[in-house]
């Protein structure tokens, strides 16, 4: 048990010693964000630069961190985009009360790729003047109902750019990305039974008998997660990927379990278990031994999300509705976040570690939203033209 | 009521006769059975493996019998629904099918992937009953829908109470 809790603890040391101070401090609220100037960029008035200029004051806005401003500020971006033959953005950020420069660098990109370019050039001035990772290049993996059947779905971080993966005319459920980012694990029924899948390929990655779900590849990528009912009860399993190797984790003829994730070593998979009479959140150890029960406080709590930072996401029903909660393992802490009146479930960390993506349904309608974990106000993504739900980002 | 204490004499008959079938392997405590008194969760037999259901039909005929309804979040066949299970195992066992699909569901609420293992052990629940009855285990596959094929679109305990359920799709 102590070894277990020492372990952890490095976890959460590696991942914050990791993050180098920059020129300009973050509060850690979330107050007080940096001014942010945009007016010394020149761009010309014709479509794509125009998309440019506003997804990338967008990205700055969304991330938290920054306030894009007219006048005054205490950053200065200047440079130049150009469209003539491929997208061209030249950038150079200034601190402006010192002169510093923190940032000078050229940016190209396809002909078609404004939004894609003004996302990386937001992360790149957000890791300049902050150290900290960004999110606006990230991807979001998610379901959609609106053909009729639930196919899986990509989009940006901004919820633009939504593209359908597939056409399956089949049920997808729980989408996760791979550790590398190229490929997303998901379970369908396209083959009749409830397998699980990766796009890409397609031959099934795990088609045994009953229920094969919740597939989720380690951050070293030669092994998945993955809830299996072969043996008659579903229960917790590590396929190695390379030899098709099973390792049963759980015995537990009492209860269910589901929606296994890794820790941002791989040492260790946090997942859904039922054996105490209501779902909650337990933890064990890669190789095995007795999982360590994370959860007590609400009704249940599901769908857990182990951050690179941490911090494990999930949701908690508490009085009668589904929230979104954060815990640290190592301190054994809890916060739920701050929603108004509807259910918000399914929660993945955004690549930046401070957001959060997730559902959220009222009136029985569901849209995915971003929650800031430090203040802002929650956004919504996507919403409308049918339901939306299991929002998984990309490392 | 003389009849539900019937069932209940049948059911701890049927559970007994579990016990026998189980125990060939080990003998375990009557705890893990059906009809006891645990207070959490609802034990399965647990250690009949599930064919590989390559080469098997995945869709059958809906329509012969009814579903078997579920308490909220449990996996319990009750005593009400038993019968049920009993028709479908005379079926089986006078070579009337091939086999059954035993299709699990669960309501919306909860999250999407701990339904998927909900609807698992209902069917699960429901497979083991048939084969307590004498039927085959190699002819029943199990398929777990979770909530995403609810049989009532509603939002309220009467649409609830229709949708956590195990179907029959004997093929």
Not at chain 1, 70 to 84: H, L, M, P, R
Not at chain 2, 84 to 94: G, M, N, P, T
Not at chain 2, 130 to 139: H, K, M, N, R, Y
Request: proline residues 5%; contains cysteine; charged residues 20%.
């Amino acid at each position: 048990m102590m070894k277990k809790l020492t372990l952890l603890l490095g976890i959460c040391l590696v991942v914050s010693s990791a993050q180098p101070q920059r020129v300009i401090d973050v509060a850690k609220k979330g107050e007080g964000k940096i001014a942010i100037n945009l007016g010394s960029y020149r761009a010309w008035n014709d479509a794509t630069s125009r998309t440019f200029m506003s997804v990338l004051k967008a990205d700055l806005n969304r991330s938290g961190y920054f306030k894009v401003t007219a006048s005054g500020g205490q950053i200065s971006v200047a440079g130049t985009f150009k469209t003539e033959n491929s997208m061209q953005a030249d950038v150079q950020v200034y601190n402006v009360a010192t002169r510093a420069r923190l940032l000078g660098k050229t940016y190209k990109g396809a002909g078609n790729s404004a939004s894609t370019l003004a996302h990386k050039v937001a992360d790149e001035i957000l890791y300049a003047v902050t150290g900290k990772k960004g999110m606006a290049s990230g991807k979001i993996a998610l379901v959609g109902n609106r053909t009729g059947s639930k196919e899986l779905y990509v989009c940006d971080m901004d919820g633009n750019n939504l593209k359908q993966v597939t056409s399956d005319r089949s049920i997808v459920v729980g989408p996760c990305w791979a550790p590398d980012g190229k490929a997303v694990t998901y379970t369908s029924y396209k083959r009749g039974y409830p397998n699980v899948f990766m796009t890409g390929r397609s031959k099934p990655l795990s088609d045994l008998g009953g229920l094969n779900a919740s597939g989720t590849i380690s951050p070293d990528g030669r092994s998945m997660a993955v809830i299996l009912s072969k043996n008659g009860n579903p229960e917790l399993y590590i396929k190695n990927l390379r030899t098709g190797l099973l390792t049963r984790m759980t015995r537990t003829r009492n209860g269910n379990e589901a929606s296994p994730c890794w820790s941002p070593d791989g040492n260790h998979i946090a997942y859904v278990s039922d054996t105490s009479g209501r779902p909650q959140i337990y933890i064990i150890a890669r190789n095995g031994g007795r999982p360590v029960r994370l959860t007590s406080s609400g009704t249940e709590n599901v769908s857990p999300d182990w951050g690179k930072n941490g911090l494990i996401a999930f949701c908690s029903r508490i009085g009668g509705r589904y929230r979104i909660a954060i815990a640290n393992p190592t301190a054994k802490s809890m916060r739920v976040l701050e929603t108004e009146w509807a259910d918000y479930e399914d929660p993945s960390w955004a690549p930046d570690g401070r957001h959060i993506v997730c559902s959220r349904t009222t009136k029985h309608r569901s849209s995915i939203y971003l929650l800031d974990t430090l203040k802002d106000s929650p956004v919504a993504l996507i919403s409308g033209s049918g339901d939306w739900f299991s929002p998984a980002c990309s490392p | 009521m003389k009849n539900s204490v019937f069932k209940a004499i049948m059911f701890l008959l049927m559970a007994g006769s579990l016990a026998i079938v189980g125990g060939c392997k080990k003998a375990r405590p009557s705890a893990d059975l059906y009809g006891s008194d645990n207070l959490y969760g609802d034990p399965l037999m647990g250690d009949i493996p599930l064919i590989d259901p390559v080469g098997l039909p995945a869709e059958g005929n809906r329509e012969l019998f009814s579903p078997v309804y579920f308490a909220y979040d449990s996996s319990q066949v009750n005593l009400e629904e038993a019968d049920k299970c009993e028709k479908v195992a005379q079926y089986l066992k006078r070579g009337k099918g091939n086999g059954v699909i035993v299709e699990g569901h669960a309501d919306e609420r909860g999250s999407r992937e701990y339904n998927l293992a909900l609807g698992e052990r209902r069917a699960l629940a429901v497979r083991d009953y048939l084969i307590s009855l004498g039927v085959d285990p190699a002819t029943i596959q199990t398929k777990s829908y979770g909530e995403e094929m609810p049989a009532d679109m509603g939002h309220d305990e009467a649409a609830w109470r229709k949708n956590r359920r195990s179907v029959f799709a004997i093929y």
